[in-house]
């Protein structure tokens, strides 16, 4: 009789075990599936703001032409109303953060500037004119300024001889 009890707790002993292998193997699928849902929620999350920031940047550009053809507007028409709604759009622009990119007189940045022409002038690479201003939102380039550039004019080896 102590051989058929012993072997009762033996095989009672046995079967804990593998269930607590089996639990833990699933505790640890488990705890596997909750990671990756979290990865896949955090990714989600990332994109829909990439899409939203994207979304955000394409309406800008559209107002930023409204607000190209408004300066051209107050240059033209001297109106006091038209000054008030252009200073009223950038405000806006900059309560939103965007930020006019000053390049007037500056050494030409590849990094935030598109150069449209170049002439010769008394310093190299110093940018001389302001086709269409560039801006920065939330510290991003949101347009690049499209500028004129100046070069240096060398002096070519046989118009010293002459």
Same mark, same amino acid.
Do not use: W
């Given at each position: 009789m102590s051989n058929k009890n012993q072997a009762k707790p033996d095989k009672n002993l046995a079967q804990i075990e593998k269930l607590e292998a089996q639990l833990k193997n699933k505790e640890s699928l488990y705890l596997r599936a909750l990671a990756d849902y979290q990865? *896949? +929620?955090? %990714? =989600? %999350?990332? @994109?829909? $703001? $990439?899409? +939203?920031?994207? $979304? =955000?940047? &394409?309406?800008?550009?559209?107002? *930023?032409?409204?607000?190209d053809d408004m300066e051209k507007a107050v240059e033209f028409e001297k109106n006091p109303g038209l000054k008030l709604?252009?200073?009223? *759009?950038?405000?806006? &622009? +900059?309560?939103? /953060?965007?930020?006019?990119? %000053?390049? *007037? !007189? !500056?050494? &030409? @940045?590849?990094? @935030?500037?598109?150069?449209?022409?170049? =002439?010769? /002038?008394?310093?190299?690479?110093?940018?001389?004119?302001?086709? $269409?201003? /560039?801006? &920065?939102?939330k510290g991003q380039l949101l347009r690049p300024a499209r500028v004129v550039v100046s070069k240096l004019k060398v002096s070519d080896s046989s118009e010293l001889n002459h």
């Amino acid at each position: 009789m102590s051989n058929k009890n012993q072997a009762k707790p033996d095989k009672n002993l046995a079967q804990i075990e593998k269930l607590e292998a089996q639990l833990k193997n699933k505790e640890s699928l488990y705890l596997r599936a909750l990671a990756d849902y979290q990865n *896949l +929620e955090k %990714r =989600i %999350r990332e @994109s829909n $703001q $990439q899409q +939203e920031e994207t $979304q =955000i940047k &394409f309406i800008l550009l559209e107002f *930023l032409i409204i607000n190209d053809d408004m300066e051209k507007a107050v240059e033209f028409e001297k109106n006091p109303g038209l000054k008030l709604i252009k200073k009223k *759009l950038v405000h806006i &622009f +900059e309560r939103l /953060g965007v930020k006019e990119i %000053r390049v *007037l !007189k !500056k050494t &030409f @940045s590849p990094d @935030s500037m598109e150069c449209v022409q170049t =002439i010769y /002038g008394k310093k190299d690479n110093l940018v001389v004119k302001v086709h $269409q201003k /560039g801006y &920065f939102y939330k510290g991003q380039l949101l347009r690049p300024a499209r500028v004129v550039v100046s070069k240096l004019k060398v002096s070519d080896s046989s118009e010293l001889n002459h």
